[in-house]
């Protein structure tokens, strides 16, 4: 049979609790140990004890292990950062070609119900002035063709 569940949570006994602090925290070294070996992984164990004293394991050099840990966390913070960026710029991306839909729609004269008096008498002004300039550059090309204009 197996053993039973224990509580989790702190010791109250100070020899009982650091007794069961070094059990566990060669245990762990073991366990690191033998996922490095296991599977080829690079392995940094940092303890520190309640008393205050350092306990570490390694499978490879420390130092460059922690710097390799640093460089990884802050290309993930860019790569993080920048995929927020590119959803903030979808987001505005969207909004923006929805608004250029609902412009073609009342351009090509769907959807005006909702459109009030002003509204329309300003898409009036603004679909007079593109005709005005759709004919002043089909008698400028007119012009150059030595074609005849068709007005």
């Not at 909702?114 to 400028?140: F, Y």
């Amino acid at each position: 049979m197996g053993r039973g569940k224990i509580v989790i949570k702190k010791i109250d006994n100070m020899t009982s609790r650091q007794v069961t602090f070094s059990k566990r925290r060669t245990g762990l070294f073991k366990k690191a140990k033998e996922l490095a070996i296991l599977c080829d992984a690079e392995i940094g164990l940092i303890i520190f004890s309640d008393t205050g004293r350092l306990y570490e394991f390694s499978s490879s050099n420390m130092k460059s292990l922690i710097e390799k840990y640093s460089k990884a966390k802050e290309e993930n913070h860019l790569i993080v950062f920048a995929a927020s960026d590119v959803k903030k710029e979808a987001a505005s991306l969207r909004q923006q070609f929805h608004n250029l839909q609902q412009n073609h729609r009342k351009m090509m004269g769907e959807e005006l119900s909702g459109l009030s008096v002003a509204d329309l008498q300003n898409l009036q002004n603004q679909l007079e002035s593109s005709l005005r300039g759709v004919i002043m550059r089909k008698t400028s090309a007119a012009l150059k063709d030595g074609s005849k204009l068709c007005l």
